[in-house]
């Protein structure tokens, strides 16, 4: 079973992928994603993979036929691709040099634009779950692209929210956040000269980060080669960070935030930006999504972000020192 349903209540499109509960744990031993694998290229830097258990598909079954009046079905078009980062099976985000990570960027750039050429798209969403607590099955460094044949609540939800504060101020909604945490300074862990990486003032997450480009831009084919550059030395430094911070692997889900592709031009109020929700508010304890968080979407952060801010502050200078770029 493959389709969209409609959720009525919502006004949103819900996945059925039933091939997916066919996803295996990594076998002991073996991993398709390494080379000599005979799944992957025996030499490669950074490789697309087309995902072995789609929720979406170029090519969609015909729906189930339970569909009534109210209950709406429709084909599951789509696309859904796994990015490999290295050839390297325990190598993670911020252990590759920046030059490596510019190359991911420069793939996902490319992803980009040839999944918003398909018509049937209206949302290309680059992310990556890293680490057991976020139900990650293959340990070996990949993220994925799913280019969705609709626009997802939530980035529909933030969308509109940024058309109306600028209909309302006539400024960026994002702009007008660097601004805020410009000036007030205290939760903003790293900044270069194109990005910036700091706790929002209202994250869910204690350890919550965006990284929000410094320039207005709506997503990764406006940036320039310098910008592009900071971006893999941004992603570098936050995820190292976030491994010092209770020094271990800290898990994260990390997405990228960008325009949506065959609709409206939202070049005059949307901005990008990459948003982390790291489960971590301990070494040791998790901060779950729990009740309130998936009945009511209403967040319980345990932590001022002006509390977690500094704590992330200290881990950058660990990390820094642990990478020889501060004495």
Known sequence: MAELRYNPLLRDWIMVASNRQNRPH????????????GKVPDEYDVH????????????????????TALYKTRKSFGKCEV???????????PELPVEHIGKLIGVWT??????????NHEYVMIFENRGEECGVTMPHPHGQIYAYSHMPLKLKTELESCRIHHEESGTCLLCDMNKNEVEFR????????????YLPYFTDF???????SKRHMTALPD??????????QMLKDTTGTMDQLFDRLFPYMMVLHQRPVNGDDVESYYHFHIEFYPPLRDKDKIKWYASSEMGAWAAANPMAVEETAPKMREAYERYLRKEGRMS
């Open 110 to 119: 490319d992803r980009f634009v040839e999944l918003s050429n398909d018509p």
């Open 83 to 93: 990015i490999l980062y290295s050839p390297e099976h325990t190598k993670t985000l």
């Open 223 to 232: 940036f320039s080669p310098e910008e592009k550059r900071s971006l893999a």
């Open 206 to 212: 204690p350890y919550g980060v965006f990284i929000v």
């Open 48 to 67: 697309v993979y087309e995902n072995d258990f789609p929720a979406l598909s170029p090519n969609p079954p015909e729906p189930d036929p339970v569909e």
């Open 26 to 37: 990594m076998p002991k031993g073996y991993c398709p994603f390494c080379p000599g694998s």
């Open 186 to 197: 205290k939760r903003i862990v790293i900044e270069n000269e194109h990005f910036l990486c």
